[in-house]
């Protein structure tokens, strides 16, 4: 048997890894929306966003989060992981001139606020 210290250790630490499992969001980019076009996180969640195209090229920027990549045409996904550290909401921008409505391209961000402590 553990003696009852190393128990408490195991456990945090199962708690932990847990806690740092990213949130993983699915996004399809397309002219000219994105899908899910509204994303909520939780300040200080680390956040992986998985990416496609469901036509041609696209980006995705989020200037708070110094996102920005781009998103090739034939659904190769692109993903993208950030700490979600400050709460607000940031809109996600398409960087990747696309057509007419590019510049209508757009998301947004949600990050909740922590519960105070
Ligand atoms: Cu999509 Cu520009």
Do not use: W, Y
């Not at 969640?45 to 989020?62: N, P, Q, W």
């Not at 034939?74 to 996600?92: L, R, S």
């Amino acid at each position: 048997m553990l003696p009852q210290q190393d128990l408490v250790a195991a456990t945090e630490s199962v708690q932990s890894a847990a806690q740092d499992a990213p949130r993983t969001i699915e996004v399809v980019a397309k002219r000219f929306t994105f899908e899910p076009s509204r994303i909520e996180v939780r300040e200080g969640e680390r956040v992986r966003l998985v990416l496609k195209s469901a036509d041609g090229v696209h980006g995705v920027e989020i200037k708070k989060f110094k996102v920005n990549k781009r998103i090739p045409h034939g659904g190769e996904t692109v993903t993208i992981e950030f700490v979600a550290d400050a709460p607000g909401q940031f809109p996600i921008l398409c960087s990747e001139f696309c057509g007419n409505d590019h510049d209508e391209m757009k998301g947004m961000l949600v990050v909740e606020a922590k519960a105070p402590q």
